[in-house]
Antibody, heavy 120, light 107 residues
Framework: QVQLVESGGGAVQTGRSLRLSCVAS????????MHWVRQAPGKGLEWVSL????????YYADSVKGRFTISRDNSKNTLYLQMNSLRAEDTAVYYC?????????????WGQGTLVTVSS | AIQMTQSPSSLSASVGDRVTITCRAS??????LAWYQQKPGKAPKLLIF???SLQSGVPSRFSGSGSGTDFTLTISSLQPEDFATYYC?????????FGQGTKVEIK
């Protein structure tokens, strides 16, 4: 079955960088678009970024554009989120999410998330 | 960015009640809308995609409707396991945006 396991979260100071990883199993990563979605403590969901199955297109939320970079290594079944110039408002649980199916890009299968805490 | 407004923000209901949650888009999004359920401490779960298509494995008491700017999630007979927070998501244009959520609580 589809499994997504995020890692790389932790506590980091304002202005620093962090890279999240998401290892996929149970399916061929290279066939699906992948997303990052985050949720600040006690708050709602925020879509962060999407990368197409082949990495050819990438999209970002306005709040992270220019600071975050999504990438993938299909040979390693791994999705990444490079987060630079981190701010306190980036504190959140970050979920790795797979497209629902081939041809449907709705975020369909979710990992359990990794917590990022940004403070001074 | 397209704004998604859910109503109500919270509601209290009893087991067996019919529950309706509304999501309104700030501009037309065709039928590019999904609904998610999230329980405390858990990842969200996809319920409905393309406004009205039921995700595999989701009970038939859940249904979605609407197109353009106005959408509805209906739970026909609320069950104890349905107490959770529900979110809509527009996947019509980037950046995709979620509604602020509707918390369904036990009356």
């Amino acid at each position: 079955q589809v499994q997504l396991v995020e890692s790389g979260g932790g506590a980091v100071q304002t202005g620093r960088s962090l890279r999240l990883s998401c290892v996929a199993s149970g399916f061929s990563l290279g066939s699906y678009g992948m997303h990052w979605v985050r949720q600040a403590p006690g708050k709602g969901l925020e879509w962060v970024s999407l990368i197409w199955f082949d990495g050819s297109q990438k999209y970002y939320a306005d709040s992270v554009k220019g600071r975050f970079t999504i990438s993938r290594d299909n040979s390693k079944n791994t999705l990444y989120l490079q987060m630079n110039s981190l701010r306190a408002e980036d504190t959140a649980v970050y979920y790795c999410v797979r497209d629902l199916s081939l041809g449907r890009s709705d975020p369909g299968y979710w990992g359990q998330g990794t917590l990022v805490t940004v403070s001074s | 960015a397209i704004q998604m407004t859910q109503s109500p923000s919270s509601l209290s209901a009893s087991v067996g009640d019919r529950v309706t949650i509304t999501c309104r888009a700030s501009q037309g999004i065709a039928n590019d809308l999904a609904w998610y359920q999230q329980k405390p401490g858990k990842a969200p779960k996809l319920l409905i995609f393309a406004a009205s298509s039921l995700q595999s494995g989701v009970p038939s008491r859940f249904s979605g409707s609407g197109s353009g700017t106005d959408f509805t999630l209906t739970i026909s007979s609320l069950q104890p396991e349905d107490f959770a927070t529900y979110y809509c998501l527009q996947d019509y244009s980037y950046p995709w945006t979620f509604g602020q959520g509707t918390k369904v609580e036990i009356k």
